[in-house]
């Protein structure tokens, strides 16, 4: 033993204050001491409390420890969590005092640990989702484990108790490997020592000092007897994970803990719970075999699907470990226990990294209000806290990154364990996909996750919607229908991107393409029509008649909504290019033929690199159906990424019969209630420059603020004529064409100050250079030699 | 009527000077097989220089200088002569040994001993001493006190750390600086280039003829390469270039007729250690006369004169100098630094890359940095199980026969080992 | 065989690296007028608001990939982020850092500049190592703003203007178009806050970047952040820059010669890959080393370039005298 010893700067005893949290045997006594006490209380108050108002025991059992606590701290700072044990902190005290035998061979079985997890929790909780989590559950559960725990610790000797019936002690041991620490001790002063402190005070009967050589922690638990024995003994900071870069002995069961606790955790919850909650939950397997085995068996009380994902997870995982190991050792030409049991350490960070991303998510929703409410309930007196995330919060998806680590970290570990292979390059290159399979394999659910959302949608309170446009009617649905004026034929009718009745207009004046990614994009837009008071009105019934244009320039016709309310017109773009939307209505009053055209158009783009822009069907077209139309006329050098600015002109050509139009009058009237009105030249082109009225403080400028505007053209023939047995003398024709303007680059951007500081920069530090280098003060004369040639 | 005259004590000198300088040319000449003809330019120099007491530069200023580390390019450049002054006689060891403790170097008894006789046959007119062995440092102020003019370079002990770097380069621009005042020539961008070249060219002509000697059927024998190194101490630049051309060409001609300097088993050997100084080449001749060939050496008067070469990046004076100076000092091997695992690597890259037999290292009585590192070299060969001799000789003529018994028992147990394959 | 090897082992490396750098400046800069597009994925600065470039910047495609909101890159949109990332990948293992010293535009104008700085007979300064220690960690500080100022945008927390946040600071947005003759990108953006500062950087960023090569070497290189990001994966690649310590003399030739001042050419006897993270795989160092294959370039374990005695002579003009009539 040794009483001092100089400390590397890795070892975490000699740091400030982490040394003092991990060395000081009285802090961690108090400290075991106050977790036991806090879990003996736990225990005791699910038993008296069992009603739901009971929330301290839950949060002390599944909000702290498991498994936020659990999860978080296995691989970081490793096996902690077994250090601060309740059960392992009492049980030692009882074992000082116990018969200390040897516990028979039959019991020194790691898997009793494992499957008791594996099959008596979680199988169970799949079975019975509700049954533990009740606080009298959990009590029962706890206090059952207690009694056992204690009862093996009385009867066995060195802590058995934790390598073998503990449920987490093998789940603990393997994942722990991946931490960042190490105990271990100091080799020049443990070359000399013939005492070995260090074991004898060992609660499991562990050497500390051949820690470092086996490259093995074995069952550890960073207890911290070993350092209070002896200064010799080190806990240092090493590279995460580094003990699987080399070789040490392996421990089977490690490698079913990591494949069974991925297969009943990670994959049945993706399964279960996640895809489970999809519109497609009834399209797979699980379902389908519940659903079959229905009919033969009564399942009772226990959830048949909950146990068939849990049992084809099991069954999936397993297969892809073992096939996957299995074709990886044949390649390899190695026996398959040895590759299976040595490569399937690289497993390890798959489940314990995806929890950890699940803790933190639940910690925020809901984790974080359980805990200080249970807290206050069980120490008498109430907390109302607010949860620090809710559901739908954008960036609660970081943690998502996690997963994305493990499964990089996991290859990592496994190249580096297929180099320590003894084949060829060759060998170790083919085999490395095949031993690679489960890693690949929880990659696969995960995308295949994403990917059945993605394309069925979550399952809405058990009405799955079908794949169809999203309505933001909600609102609407409460409000009164408004009750509609019929426009008269003097009023301006054109179409609207925003939904007239929806009240907040957070939602509209965006770009509602409708549906999810992956499905076709649509539009939806409503033909408004502004009364005498100035109101927006939207139409109650639409007699007109309705165009499509589309992008390939073809022609048909589209329908109108067919809810109460405001009429709307939805139309797909599925290709890129100009969308044009007609409204072509005709009627006779006062002699006079009315035809009116409302047209909409709209440039979907969706930003693909292969798009190619062909001028001749970005050109601006009409249709014949529409007699009478405003064109804006294209520049030559517009691209796909085409916009307005304030400033630019606006060229736009009126059209009738397909023909350009002089004389007609074209009106361009903006949202600021700003107007211009020309005629058309003999080409039929009118020429708008748009204006700059958008000054708001600078604080709250936005580039992208949209000055929406309309065109109207308007013009009069006189020919006389019959439309449905109706005379008119004169022809009128209108037409319109809504549309948006951004503010002007110069508005906000200076070249001027964009240069200037430029050369301002460079000539303060070409200046600040040259006297530095020429400047330099030194207690001698630096020598400096003329650059003659 | 014979006219009897008294010699004076330098024609005296001068005489047992010749007398050494030719017994050591005889031995070198007719002992061996038949040295390239183009080595004849080089015996005859030596016969000038120091039978006949030529003087080769009569027409620039001489520049003398007491290491290697001085250097050579910028004294090129301020068109001056730099000579190298160490010494090789004992006739001068035995004048300098009444200057200096008799446990000194002999090497520097020698040259303090020159200077003590003053008799130079091309007399440096500033002498540039840098701060390098203990022995050589103290003998500034010696040769100082006898009236010549000594300029001290200062030179760092460590060569790991950027302050020696830097401490380096500052001495060299001052000594640049100093010197061209002293000689009165400014340094230009020009001259400097020039000058770098044409010693690159030197070092370049050394390298192609010694890569020679990496062949089973070495071309020509280490005593003659010796020589011709020695031969840069202080012959005129151009004829030594025009002379070493020479010897490549027929070197190169006899690689290809496979002309053999020495036998087929005659073990090859890397010497290192003191430098054997024209005519003190009393332990490589021995070598060679027991019929082992020297391969390749690691001493400062031959191989590290031309090993490191200068690269510039940019060819500005002030980056030529930082550059000059680097070179000296940071491919040095030799052991008046604090650290010599640079020494031991490189003694073991030649054997490796010279496929020699053995190593024998010779230390100078009396030189301490020398006898010093002997020891890790010698455990550094062991580990890389290299056979290694130690030998400590001085100039004095009475030792050869104990050294020839070491020497050719060492050389026979490498032709056994090589026997036995 | 061994003619070629002594022919390539003897190349000026220099003229070498002015043409190839030429062809690719061209082939990135104009690449569009002549209607090649290698893609979005291209390992070097090839920045894409040049309209005419032929293969665009990795960074750029990459920073609006990860300002996707987060449920959707790391569910649909992971394949499409790791599609381009691969690609990537297979362009840069083919080089390793070689595309910063010969193929990166903004490389080749620093060296032009450098060029142009010694014909002007300006010395160039160096970094004390204690400096130069410090500042090298920089440019993982700048890999970090490309990646997470756009998840920051995806989770919600830094609005739109952050969404390519280094290209707003990146002097090659500035200076690439100037070569198309687009000066459109030389203006501060007043419109928000964020914007006004992000591009008043880009403009010092430009204005150090051009003051920088006229006093260092390679002076933006030491900061640049996808020379870090080259670096992670620079241990898979093809080309690697070797040495043999054993033949090394530690006459620190080849750390005099370093654009990036890189201490660890000269000193490290001992590792066998010597690619440090600055270093441009500029090969000047294996052409300044003046001993037999003691630093050499191997692709595939095959040495390409050596250094040699014979070469070092050479490329120093020391292999003949040119002879002056006296």
């Not at chain 1, 420890?65 to 659990?70: G, P, Q, R, Y």
């Not at chain 2, 192609?208 to 202080?234: E, Q």
């Not at chain 2, 070598?287 to 510039?312: L, P």
């Not at chain 3, 691969?86 to 535009?105: R, S």
Request: aromatic share 14%; net charge positive; with cysteine.
């Amino acid at each position: 033993m040794v009483n001092f010893i100089k400390r590397d700067k890795d070892d975490i005893y000699a740091k400030p204050l982490l040394g003092v949290l991990f060395k000081n045997q009285k802090f961690l006594t108090i400290l075991k001491i106050a977790i036991s006490m806090l879990f003996l209380y736990a225990l005791y108050f699910g038993f008296t409390h069992t009603g739901k108002e009971n929330t301290f025991t839950t949060a002390v059992f599944w909000g702290i420890f498991w498994s936020l606590f659990m999860v978080l701290t296995l691989p970081t700072f490793g096996r902690i969590f077994c250090g601060i044990c309740p059960h392992g902190f009492m049980g030692k005290y009882i074992t000082k005092y116990g018969l200390k035998k040897t516990m028979p061979k039959w019991l020194q079985n790691r898997y009793i640990g494992v499957f008791l997890l594996v099959f008596g929790w979680w199988g169970v909780y799949y079975m019975f989702p509700n049954l533990f989590r009740t606080p009298l559950g959990t009590a029962i559960l706890f206090a059952v484990m207690t009694l056992i725990a204690f009862i093996v610790y009385f009867l066995y000797k060195d802590m058995s108790y934790c390598k073998y019936i503990c449920p987490i002690g093998t789940l603990t041991r393997a994942y722990s490997k991946l931490s960042f620490t190490w105990l271990g001790t100091y080799k020049s002063a443990c070359n000399d020592c013939r005492t070995f402190e260090c074991a004898t005070a060992c609660p499991y009967n562990l050497k500390p000092f051949t820690f470092d050589n086996r490259n093995s922690m074995t069952d550890c638990t960073l207890c911290m007897d070993c350092s209070s024995a002896c200064e010799a003994v080190s806990f240092k900071y090493k590279n995460p994970s580094f003990s699987l870069f080399s070789k040490f002995q392996v421990l089977k069961a490690e490698v079913w803990a990591f494949i069974l606790i991925l297969a009943s955790i990670s994959i049945t919850m993706s399964f279960h719970h996640g895809i489970g909650r999809s519109n497609a939950a009834g399209d797979m397997i699980w379902s389908k075999t519940a659903e079959f085995l229905k009919h033969y068996i009564d399942f009772g009380a226990i959830d048949p699907i909950g146990l068939f994902a849990f049992v084809y997870a099991l069954i999936f995982t397993i297969l892809a470990a073992v096939i996957g190991m299995f074709i990886a050792a044949k390649i390899l030409k190695k026996d398959f226990n040895t590759v299976f049991y040595d490569l399937g350490y690289s497993y390890a960070p798959l489940f314990i990294l995806g929890s950890i991303a699940h803790s933190f998510e639940m910690f925020f929703l809901k984790g974080y209000e359980h805990i200080a409410e249970g807290f206050a309930y069980g120490f008498g007196f109430t907390l109302d806290v607010a949860p620090l995330a809710n559901r739908g919060d954008g960036w609660l998806h970081v943690f998502d990154l996690l997963k994305w680590v493990a499964i990089i970290w996991a290859l990592i570990i496994l190249y580096k364990r297929v180099k320590l292979l003894d084949v060829s390059r060759l060998r170790k290159i083919a085999a490395f996909p095949f031993a690679a399979s489960l890693i690949i394999f929880f990659l696969a659910v995960n995308m295949y996750v994403g990917y059945i959302f993605k394309t069925y949608g979550k399952a809405s309170n058990g009405h799955a919607s079908h794949g169809g446009v999203e309505r933001v009617n909600k609102k609407s649905e409460k409000q009164d229908l408004p009750t509609f004026i019929k426009p008269e034929f003097s009023d301006t009718i054109y179409f609207s991107e925003i939904n007239p009745t929806a009240e907040k207009k957070s939602y509209g004046g965006g770009h509602s393409h409708g549906g999810a990614r992956g499905r076709v994009a649509t539009k939806e837009v409503w033909p408004v029509f502004e009364d005498a008071e100035g109101k927006k009105n939207c139409l109650g019934a639409l007699e007109a008649k309705l165009y499509l244009l589309d992008a390939n320039l073809n022609t048909k016709e589209a329908t109108v909504s067919k809810d109460a309310g405001c009429k709307s017109v939805t139309f797909e773009m599925p290709d890129n290019g100009y969308y044009n939307l007609f409204y072509v209505n005709k009627d006779v009053k006062d002699n006079t033929l009315y035809i009116t055209t409302a047209k909409y158009e709209f440039l979907r783009f969706n930003h693909s690199n292969y798009a190619i822009y062909d001028k001749k069907k970005m050109d601006a077209h009409t249709i014949k159906e529409a007699p009478f139309d405003i064109l804006r006329v294209r520049e030559d050098d517009e691209t796909f990424f085409h916009a307005l600015y304030s400033g630019k002109k606006l060229r736009v050509k009126v059209v009738l019969e397909e023909e350009a139009i002089e004389g007609a009058d074209v009106t361009l009237s903006t949202k600021t209630l700003w107007s211009k009105t020309l005629k058309t030249d003999k080409n039929g082109v009118a020429t708008f420059t748009l204006i700059e009225d958008y000054f708001p403080n600078w604080n709250e400028f936005n580039k992208r603020y949209k000055n929406e505007f309309l065109l109207s053209a308007s013009y009069v023939k006189d020919v006389s004529g019959v439309d449905n047995e109706r005379q008119y003398q004169k022809i009128n024709y209108s037409a319109t064409y809504p549309s948006y303007y951004y503010p002007n680059e110069r508005g906000y951007k200076s070249y001027a100050y964009g240069l200037s500081a430029a050369v301002l920069i460079m000539i303060i530090s070409g200046f600040v250079i040259y006297m530095y280098r020429t400047r330099r003060e030194k207690p001698f004369k630096e020598v400096r030699f003329d650059e003659e040639n | 009527m014979t006219e009897h005259k008294i010699e004076t004590s330098r024609e005296r000198q001068n005489r047992h000077k010749a007398m050494e300088a030719a017994s050591v040319l005889e031995k070198i000449k007719h002992n061996f097989k038949e040295p390239p003809r183009a080595m004849s330019y080089f015996y005859d120099l030596y016969e000038r220089v120091n039978c006949k007491h030529e003087s080769l530069h009569v027409d620039k200023a001489k520049v003398g200088t007491m290491c290697i580390q001085v250097p050579s390019e910028i004294i090129y450049a301020l068109d001056a002569v730099p000579l190298r002054l160490c010494n090789g006689f004992y006739t001068d060891d035995e004048i300098g040994s009444d200057l200096l403790p008799s446990k000194s170097c002999p090497l520097v008894k020698a040259t303090v001993g020159q200077f003590a006789s003053n008799n130079f046959s091309d007399k440096p007119d500033v002498i540039i001493s840098p701060t390098t062995c203990d022995q050589k440092a103290k003998s500034g102020a010696i040769i100082e006190g006898m009236g010549f003019s000594v300029y001290d370079m200062e030179f760092p002990r460590t060569k790991e750390s950027h302050e020696s770097r830097e401490y380096w380069r500052r001495s060299v621009r001052k000594f640049t600086k100093d010197l061209s005042i002293d000689l009165n020539k400014k340094l230009t961008k020009k001259s400097l280039k020039e000058s770098i070249k044409k010693v690159g060219y030197a070092q370049h002509l050394y390298h192609k003829l010694n890569i020679l000697r990496k062949n089973t059927a070495s071309p020509i024998l280490g005593k003659d390469m010796f020589l011709v190194t020695n031969a840069f101490f202080f012959d005129k630049i151009d004829n030594w270039i025009d002379a070493m051309e020479n010897l490549v060409q027929e070197c190169e001609q006899r690689v290809e007729t496979q002309v053999n300097a020495a036998s087929k088993m005659s073990p090859r050997i890397v010497y290192t250690g003191s430098p054997p100084i024209f005519p003190n080449l009393k332990i490589p001749l021995l070598i060679e006369q027991s019929d082992a060939i020297i391969v390749a050496d690691e001493t400062c008067s031959s191989n590290r004169m031309f090993n490191d070469m200068i690269s510039v990046d940019e060819w500005f004076v002030n980056d030529m100098i930082d550059s000059i100076a680097d070179r000296y000092l940071k491919g040095c091997t030799c052991p008046i630094f604090t650290k010599n695992s640079d020494r031991k690597r490189r003694i073991i890259d030649l054997v490796r890359d010279y496929k020699a037999d053995g190593v024998i290292y010779q230390a100078f009585a009396g030189c301490q940095v020398y006898e010093m590192e002997q020891r890790s070299v010698l455990e550094a060969m062991q580990k890389a199980q290299i056979p290694i001799l130690y030998l400590e000789s001085d100039y004095s003529p009475s030792q050869s026969g104990q050294l020839t018994t070491r020497i050719e028992a060492f050389v026979e147990s490498l032709k056994n080992r090589k026997r036995r394959g | 065989m061994k003619r070629i090897r002594d022919f390539i082992n003897r190349a000026d490396i220099r003229r070498f690296r002015f043409w190839l750098q030429l062809f690719f400046f061209v082939l990135f800069i104009y690449g569009g007028y002549f209607a090649i597009n290698l893609g979005n994925s291209i390992p070097v600065f090839s920045c894409g608001y040049d309209r005419q470039v032929g293969g665009m910047c990795y960074f750029l495609p990459l920073q609006h990939q990860l300002a996707r909101p987060l449920d959707v890159l790391f569910s649909a949109a992971s394949i499409s982020v790791l599609i381009g990332f691969i690609t990537f990948l297979l362009w840069f293992v083919v080089f390793n850092k070689a595309w910063c010293g010969y193929a990166c535009p903004l490389g080749t104008m620093q060296d032009w500049l450098t060029g142009l700085r010694k014909k002007m007979g300006i010395r160039y300064s160096t970094y004390t190592q204690p400096q130069f220690d410090k500042l090298k960690k920089i440019k993982y500080i700048m890999l970090a703003l490309v990646i997470l100022a756009p998840m920051g945008v995806g989770m919600g927390i830094l609005g739109g203007e952050w969404r390519t946040a280094f290209c707003e600071i990146c002097p090659g947005r500035m200076i690439t178009p100037l070569f198309v003759g687009d000066v459109s990108q030389w203006s501060l953006d007043f419109s928000t806050k964020t914007a006004m500062i992000l591009t008043t950087l880009g403009l010092i960023f430009t204005g150090l970047f051009v003051i920088g090569s006229f006093v260092k070497k390679r002076f933006f290189c030491f900061f640049c952040p996808m020379s870090a990001m080259h670096y992670i994966f620079s241990d898979a690649a093809l080309l690697k820059l070797k040495k043999d310590g054993d033949k090394c003399t530690k006459c620190g030739d080849c750390y005099n010669v370093c654009d990036m001042q890189i201490k660890d050419i000269a000193d490290d006897v001992k590792s066998t890959n010597i690619l440090r993270d600055d270093c441009i795989l500029c090969m000047k160092c294996v052409a300044a080393c003046p001993e037999d294959d003691a630093l050499h370039v191997d692709i595939l374990n095959m040495k390409l370039f050596s250094s040699t005695k014979g070469g070092f002579a050479k490329r120093m003009q020391m292999d003949k005298l040119e002879k002056k009539d006296d």
